[in-house]
Structure formats: C-alpha cells, structure tokens
C-alpha cells in the first residue's frame, strides 16, 4: 500500500555537527510534510512542501522536495541539543489521510 | 487559539476492560483524526471524521474500537475490550479543512493494558 520510507531509523551526532534525515515514496506525492517530535511530546508540523525541486527554509532547517516527487530531505545546519527528537515526513494522500514515515530520531550530545 | 484538547492524559487498564478517550479539537476544525502511535513507531490514522460523519475508518479494528462525533465538535474513541496490544498513544488532531495546511495534534493519552 501506499507509504513513505525514512532513513536513517537513528541518528547521533555532536552538537555542531549537521543532521539530514531522508523520505522516500514509490509513488509520486502531490505534496509532503514534515512534523518533529520531541520525547514525550506530540507531532508538531513544520512545513508543507508542495512545488517540484522546491526548498524552504527555517533558520537552520533545510526542506527540499525532489524533482520527481517522490522524495524530500531535511537538513539542520550546526545541531543543538533543542533539535533532538524524531523528524516524520508525512505524505497527505489524495484520500484525505496523512501516513507518516516511521521517523529519525535524532540525538544530540552536547 | 487554544489548541487540540485530550483527555485523559495517562490511563493504565487491565486487558479485557473498556477504556474511553476524548478529544476537542480547535474551534472551526472541520476534520478531526484519531491516530495510534506505538512506541518507536509513526502515528497510524484509526478514523478521519468530516463534521460529524466518517470518512475513513478502514484501519479501525471494528470489532473492539468505536468513535463517534456527536455535533461534529467533540469525539471520544473507546476500546471495549482491551488487549495487551493496544498499548499506545492514542493521538487527535483536527485541521480547519483537510491535510493540506498541516494538522494540529493534542498531547494525547497513554494507554498502558496490563
């Protein structure tokens, strides 16, 4: 069925380093979205891209959507530890539905 | 705005009794979702409403979850019975039309069945 896959499941890095987690779908999405997590926490959007090869920032984060749509990529610039929890894309279906990606968990040491 | 109320936030209940859970989504949101997120795991949609009617219940497990959305406003999931399983956190979110501007997500409630 439909879906979409994120790598890496887990990420570890150092504060200061850059973190880029991916979503990939085997179709192709009108548009995609991408929530953070924070432990213990509940899904908080971020931002929705829509147009072909389109990027958006947000101070440190980075958003691409694919040419072909069918993938996208978040990338945050020079990690601190108020980035740490899991990164969902999400696809919202023509159906109406949002599915979510099974997330990055990103952690950060200080 | 006040956002998506739930409640309760933590519930522990042993396999095999009932369990409810509500929700009040932000004012005007039209559409209103429940989802189940298993630790380590995305949220799962279980039933989208428009107003007070369904739109998508087809991974709903029928035989022991219900949902309703009386007055298309407030909704309560429940879970009659509970299997070990079910141990989750059982998310709402509302939006004001559809997916396409983002969805706004209550803080959810933990369901433990022992």
């Known amino acids: 069925g439909q879906q979409v896959m994120q790598i890496p499941q887990y990420q570890h890095v150092q504060e200061g380093e850059d973190f880029t987690t991916y979503c990939n779908s085997s179709?192709?999405?009108?548009?995609i979205q991408w929530y953070k997590q924070r432990p213990g926490g509940h899904p908080v959007f971020l931002i929705q891209?829509?147009?072909?090869?389109e990027v958006k920032k947000q101070k440190r984060l980075t958003f691409q959507f694919g040419e072909a749509k069918k993938n996208s990529s978040l990338h945050i610039t020079a990690t601190q530890t108020t980035d740490v929890g899991t990164y969902f894309c999400?696809?919202?279906?023509?159906?109406?539905?949002?599915?979510f990606g099974q997330g990055t968990t990103l952690q950060v040491k200080p | 705005e006040a956002g998506v109320a739930q409640s309760p936030r933590y519930k522990i209940i042993e396999k095999r009794q009932s369990v409810a859970f509500w929700c009040n989504p932000i004012?005007?949101?039209?559409?209103l979702y429940w989802y189940q997120q298993i630790l380590g795991q995305g949220p799962k949609l279980l039933i989208q409403?428009?107003?007070?009617?369904?739109v998508d219940d087809s991974q709903l497990p029928k035989d022991r979850f219900s949902a309703e959305r009386l007055k298309g406003v407030d909704s309560t999931l429940k879970i009659q019975p509970a299997k070990l399983e079910d141990s989750a956190v059982y998310l709402c979110?509302?939006?004001?039309w559809g997916p396409g501007e983002g969805y706004t997500f209550g803080s959810g409630t933990r369901l433990t069945v022992v």
């Open positions: 979110a509302s939006s004001l």
């Open positions: 179709t192709t999405l009108s548009n």
């Open positions: 891209l829509v147009k072909s090869g």
């Open positions: 999400a696809d919202p279906s023509n159906t109406g539905k949002l599915i």
């Open positions: 004012s005007g949101h039209a559409t």
């Open positions: 409403f428009q107003n007070n009617g369904v």
